[in-house]
């Protein structure tokens, strides 16, 4: 399964390019517009990982790779399986160039300083990530990649915008008592909230799989 995670990752070279200036650009445009400053790691990371995850399928969908891997000794299970763990992977290298750029930032004589990326951002990008992946690659394997991918692209609109509208949506509301609740969580405890989104992602991620599995298995190559 190794040898097909790094398929997907020698076919993305000018993505790679892409997403990394996408990365710098996010970075410094947000960080110079608040209240967007405090979500920048969070939409700069779950953005390049899109256009990873995105491109990867994209290539094999030009390539029609998956013909070839049904000629080798792999079975479908495998296939699907480091479809996911491709994104996962692509998905933390996002994140550990973010945070890169953002210490270089700091580093570098710039007239401008941002804040380090921190455990929440982390965390926020991976269930952002997970949730996506639910929708994609099941959408993407009954549908292809060009089919689906308006869809796709709408999906990621509401989720790459959902953290900042979430906040703006509760700082509305924020005499009521579920939003007073929310933030004094989010305060005093941002870990219950993390882990009750990671167990919804997860949750989420397992059926996507099951359901992606059994689609895979039905398609006549």
Excluded: H
């Excluded at 509401?158 to 989010?186: C, H, R």
């Amino acid at each position: 399964m190794d040898k097909l995670v790094l398929k997907d990752l020698l076919v993305l070279k000018k993505s790679m390019y892409w997403a990394l200036v996408y990365l710098l650009a996010i970075l410094l445009i947000f960080s110079m517009n608040p209240p967007l400053d405090k979500f920048l790691y969070i939409m700069a990371a779950y953005g390049a990982a899109y256009i990873l995850i995105m491109g990867a399928l994209m290539a094999e969908y030009e390539n029609q790779t998956d013909m070839l891997l049904n000629s080798l000794p792999v079975n479908r299970c495998e296939i699907i399986l480091s479809k996911y763990l491709s994104a996962l992977v692509l998905t933390l290298l996002t994140l550990c160039v973010a945070g890169t750029l953002g210490l270089a930032i700091n580093l570098l004589p710039l007239p401008l300083a941002i804040r380090f990326m921190n455990g929440v951002d982390v965390g926020i990008v991976l269930i952002m990530v997970a949730v996506t992946l639910a929708i994609v690659m099941p959408m993407n394997l009954k549908f292809g990649n060009q089919a689906a991918r308006v869809t796709i692209v709408m999906f990621f609109m509401l989720l790459f915008f959902a953290p900042v509208g979430i906040k703006g949506y509760i700082m509305d509301n924020s005499q009521t008592e579920w939003a007073q609740a929310l933030i004094n969580i989010a305060v005093s405890q941002p870990s219950v909230l993390l882990a009750a989104g990671a167990g919804g992602g997860i949750l989420l991620l397992g059926l996507s799989i099951i359901v992606s599995l059994r689609i895979y298995a039905a398609i006549d190559f």
